[in-house]
């Protein structure tokens, strides 16, 4: 039987420009310009849009907000490879694309630094009051300078709490050095390389005067951060998110929030994404809100591209893979489907 030609559907434009060794430059030069196929949109393909261009693809290129489930690739059984631009893939059912031989990827390591260093701003934003100093400008209430106007927190010498040791989480770790600060972490199981010490979540809770939770959405994880997680934490402390929403349940959030239960939250994940200008969250008390942009920065978003764009081809051409979410999956393509 002649094997399928390869086929790709990239469902969006890729950072990194398109000149000569860009990542879209690299896929069309490895399998030929005809063979590639991208979403030209900056929202994502309609879903049904989504089956539409897959049509006779062995690859597909995706992002968080293409959802990729089991009756997708039924659809699509000629799918052999799914790349993830990112590396949290919550959006992708990984058992069905296992259960039908299909290679998943993502892009890890390469955006921990940068997401660790959005996580900071947003602690370093709630903790100093950065966006109420601008509205106290913006509003003309900015009076003579005084003593006692617009305290903040000090980070210096506080403790750090980590929920979910993880890479991200190391980078977040790392950078509390300089801020001379104690690192607790929990999480499934201590992690000898950790910078940090494990203890039990409620004395993470207990003790920490930041927390940020790093942990991948799974159906454990899903509303861990709910109204009894945010009634153990400390009146002052600050509560920061830079991993998914659904981990945090976001009306206990909001209510901890204007109840004063915790001081201050910076989240650069919410739900819905994108979260509507009405919503409640923007209206809360104390908070600090970026677009789900923890990996937006040139150098790494070029990054996480050739990192995808090297998983696509390595996955479609049988080499070894690395980053490979499912390497069962590379069984079932050898015996085929139990
Ligand atoms: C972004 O959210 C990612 O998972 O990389």
């Given amino acids: 039987m002649p094997s399928t030609p390869p086929r790709v559907f990239v469902t969006r434009e890729l950072p990194g420009g398109s000149g000569e060794g860009s990542p879209i430059a690299r896929l069309r030069g490895a399998l030929g310009a005809d063979a590639v196929d991208v979403w030209p949109e900056f929202d994502p393909p309609p879903h049904e849009v989504l089956l539409e261009r897959t049509e006779g693809c062995t690859g597909l290129l995706c992002m968080i907000n293409d959802r990729i489930d089991g009756a997708f690739l039924d659809a699509r059984p000629g799918l052999r490879a799914v790349s993830q631009l990112a590396v949290g893939y919550d959006n992708i059912d990984l058992p069905a694309c296992t259960e039908r031989g299909v290679l998943v990827t993502n892009t890890p390591d ?12 947003l602690l370093m934003a709630a903790a100093r009051r950065l966006p109420q100093g601008r509205d106290a400008i913006e509003q003309g209430r900015w009076g003579q300078w005084n003593p006692t106007w617009q305290l903040s927190s000090e980070v210096t ?19 509390s050095t300089g801020f001379e600060m104690t690192v607790l972490y929990t999480g499934r199981s201590e992690k000898p390389d950790f910078p940090g010490t494990f203890v039990p979540l409620e004395e993470l809770l207990e003790r920490s005067d930041f927390i940020s939770v ?8 899903r509303g861990i951060c709910d109204a009894s997680f945010f009634a153990r934490m400390q009146p002052h402390a600050i509560f920061v998110n830079t991993s998914r929403g659904p981990v945090v349940d976001q009306p206990a959030l909001i209510t901890a929030l204007e109840d004063g239960t915790i001081a201050a939250a910076g989240l650069d994940v919410m739900t819905p994404e994108p979260l509507p200008p009405d919503d409640p969250l923007v209206h809360a008390p ?25 998983g696509l081809l390595a996955s479609m051409r049988g080499e070894r893979v690395r980053h490979l979410l499912n390497p069962e999956a590379l069984e079932v393509q050898t015996k085929g489907r139990p």
Avoid: F, Q
Wanted: glycine share 8%.
């Fill in 214 to 221: 790093h942990v991948p959405l799974t159906d454990e994880t």
């Fill in 110 to 121: 390469v955006l921990s630094d940068a997401t660790a260093d959005m996580a900071w701003a």
């Fill in 157 to 175: 010498g506080r403790t750090l709490g980590i929920l979910g040791p993880g890479r991200i989480a190391k980078a977040m770790a790392k950078r």
């Fill in 286 to 310: 104390n908070i600090v809100l970026s677009p789900h942009v923890g990996s937006a920065t040139v150098e790494t978003r070029t990054k996480m591209a050739h990192l995808a764009v090297d």
